[in-house]
């Protein structure tokens, strides 16, 4: 399949576009941009709701979907969040209540426009994907049918903040450092005109880093429960698709909607992606006709057109053959699967003990640095490389895939691994990381999914309960879910592992565990093979925005380097995340953006964990003269009892420094 998108050009409706601001009950204007079709008929409306910026950041991303619904018959609307972007009002966390009931708002004035029917859609990629779910379980009467793509239904246990009740350190620290930034740009005088600067100072002196939330709240409380929607499923009254990629840490979340929404208003699709639209061509593919998919969607619950999107059925999912290690593939190897139900007839628990003696797991603190990057976007360095080096660091279990005369049989799995370790314990705290892997027989070591554990949180992510030191227990967790085929003549390795930098925060104890395998296993959701016609048209987009990337004569730093102090036994990785460097809009706007973020650690000292993010925004508009940079720091280092944060934001106007502001925090380490 060609991952590349066709543009269409032809559309059943011609389009126009506009700017609105759309008023909140306590008067803030929400700025939106709407594309409708020329029609004299009221059609349905679609929103598109998120802090990003529609007239810069998501600009060309918004245009190869927005001016295509409409061509279809649709009025798609992209809203910034309140505080973001040319929106009025200040910025708060993220999914917090005001959010929440802005969205509430937008949903029902679209309803109300006399160019609507009353009848809206919402849809959405990560953020956007996860306040449209939890904006659905608002069930505003007009909100009918939901696109959640690459989203969240759990935002304690499957976000970029925790994952098994350990400290998510990768992205906890990137994405807080990441909103920091992004939170301080200024409104565009283009769009907002000569009030642009006052309402970003305004902006600028509430503005509060989102680390100091998250870091507190270390289990799983009210704050997390918040926006939650896996906290009462019922709430939910709109139909759902949800998309996800195997690529993509939220992928979980398509599972759990499968399995908990009534079948007559929910479907699922899991492809090979990445955390990217499907259509978009990014690696690993192959890409979908995503946008069809969708319309076909919108069609059925806003239109009330009979057609078989329901017939379909409820989980869709990509299975991936075995495959050689690799950061980075233009498309992989495998085939398209159909369930009726999940959990799915086709598939049946099997269990693998694990054989041998009782094994000491002391991991050097900086396994876990070949583990590829958290929220992978389809970058040359995003995914994670041959394994061997970790598994040298961890207790590794095989288990072969028998060979025969004929060829074997693939051990094909769909759905989510869980292991059950019989673990003891020489200090209070700890964790433990399970990898599953696809072993070659060239010894070739393939990350198929993995898992984590917080020994605190083994009896539930909502308390923090000490381990028994020197006591045994079992120690039970899923990994995450993936849909994978291994090969005749290959193994199946589950490998063990106390430590996992920089994903999970270390915790202050470095003592690792004795796992012993009379007590531990491994079940594998072994998914019988079925023959299934699953077919997807190909990818199609409208016209792209036109937005281009100046050439600079500077050589780019590498995406991802991992730097070895051999006298000191430090280790550094650097990662330039790649959101998108220099790129000139048509209408004018230069914008750029640079970023690294370094995360540093000893290979025998848990508290020598460090994070850094530095960040450098620039928004120039020659023809009005006007010039801002934001440029912000963001530090996480740790004692046995705190965690140290330390934050500074510099904006400046015309190369005049406007605001400064630093802030320092110790915050108490409570479960993590």
């Not at 989102?210 to 906290?231: I, K, M, P």
Request: hydrophobic share 35%.
């Amino acid at each position: 399949m060609d991952p590349k998108p066709k543009i269409r050009t032809d559309f059943p409706y011609r389009t126009r576009h506009e700017d609105v601001r759309i008023p909140m009950p306590d008067g803030t204007r929400l700025y939106a941009r709407i594309w409708r079709p020329l029609t004299d008929e009221p059609v349905p409306a679609l929103l598109e709701y998120l802090p990003y910026r529609l007239t810069d950041w998501t600009a060309p991303r918004d245009w190869q979907r927005h001016p295509w619904y409409a061509g279809h018959g649709y009025a798609s609307v992209r809203v910034d969040v309140r505080g973001h972007g040319n929106s009025e009002g200040l910025p708060g966390d993220e999914y917090d209540a005001t959010e929440l009931a802005d969205g509430v708002a937008v949903v029902h004035w679209l309803a109300e426009q006399p160019w609507c029917t009353g009848k809206v859609g919402m849809f959405g990629i990560s953020w956007g994907g996860c306040n449209s779910l939890q904006i659905a379980a608002l069930a505003p009467e007009p909100l009918k049918a939901v696109v959640t793509v690459c989203s969240t239904d759990d935002r304690y246990d499957n976000d970029v903040h925790y994952m098994g009740g350990s400290v998510l350190a990768v992205d906890m620290h990137a994405w807080a450092a990441t909103m920091l930034a992004f939170v301080c740009r200024p409104p565009d005088p283009r769009h907002v005109g000569d009030e642009w600067r006052e309402t970003w100072l305004k902006r600028l002196e509430g503005v509060e880093p989102f680390v100091h939330t998250w870091l507190s709240h270390q289990t799983r409380d009210a704050y997390w429960r918040h926006g939650s929607v896996c906290e009462d499923y019922q709430a939910v009254r709109s139909a759902v698709l949800a998309v996800g990629g195997w690529h993509d840490p939220y992928r979980d979340t398509v599972l759990r909607l499968v399995e908990h929404l009534p079948q007559d208003r929910i479907r699922g699709i899991i492809g090979p992606w990445s955390h990217q639209y499907p259509d978009r061509g990014r690696p690993p593919g192959p890409a979908i006709g995503f946008l069809q998919e969708t319309l076909r969607w919108w069609d059925h619950h806003l239109k009330g057109l009979e057609n078989d999107v329901m017939a379909e059925p409820l989980l869709r999912s990509w299975i991936s053959d075995s495959h050689p290690p690799a950061t980075v593939y233009e498309e992989l190897p495998g085939r398209w699967v159909a369930d009726p139900a999940w959990p799915s007839p086709h598939v049946t628990p099997v269990t693998y003990a694990f054989q041998g003696v009782p094994v000491v797991v002391d991991s050097p603190q900086q396994t876990g640095l070949d583990a590829g990057r958290f929220f992978p976007f389809g970058n040359d360095a995003d995914l994670p490389p041959d394994q061997r080096e970790e598994d040298a660091h961890s207790a590794c279990f095989d288990f072969p895939v028998p060979e025969s005369s004929e060829g074997g049989v693939p051990v094909e799995i769909l759905g989510r691994p869980s292991v059950r370790l019989h673990l003891t314990t020489p200090a209070p705290t700890g964790q433990v990381v399970a990898r599953l892997c696809d072993i070659a027989p060239d010894g070739s070591s393939t990350l198929v999914t993995r898992g984590v554990l917080n020994f605190s949180a083994r009896y539930g992510r909502d308390r923090a309960v000490e381990a028994q030191v020197g006591e045994w227990e079992s120690y039970a967790f899923e990994l995450n879910g993936i849909g994978h085929s291994f090969r005749p003549g290959h193994r199946v390795r589950l490998a063990v592992s106390s430590a996992y930098w920089p994903w999970i925060w270390p915790q202050p104890d470095a003592a690792g565990f004795t796992l012993d395998p009379a007590g531990s296993s491994l079940t594998l959701p072994v998914r019988a093979r079925t023959t299934d016609a699953v077919e997807f048209e190909e990818p199609e987009q409208s016209e792209p925005l036109g937005v281009s990337h100046p050439h600079t004569l500077e050589e780019p730093r590498p995406e991802r380097v991992v730097v070895r102090d051999v006298a000191k036994g430090e280790w550094r990785l650097e990662v330039d995340p790649r959101y998108g460097g220099t790129r000139v809009y048509p209408d004018g706007l230069e914008y750029t953006e640079d970023a690294l973020e370094t995360y540093t650690i000893s290979a025998s000292d848990p508290l020598s964990a460090r994070t850094r993010s530095d960040w450098s925004i620039r928004l120039h508009r020659p023809e009005l003269a006007w010039d801002v940079t934001v440029v912000t720091r963001s530090e996480i280092s740790c004692d046995a009892d705190a965690f140290l944060t330390s934050d500074e934001v510099i904006c400046k106007e015309g190369g005049e420094v406007v605001f400064h502001r630093t802030w320092e925090k110790r915050i108490p380490r409570t479960a993590g």
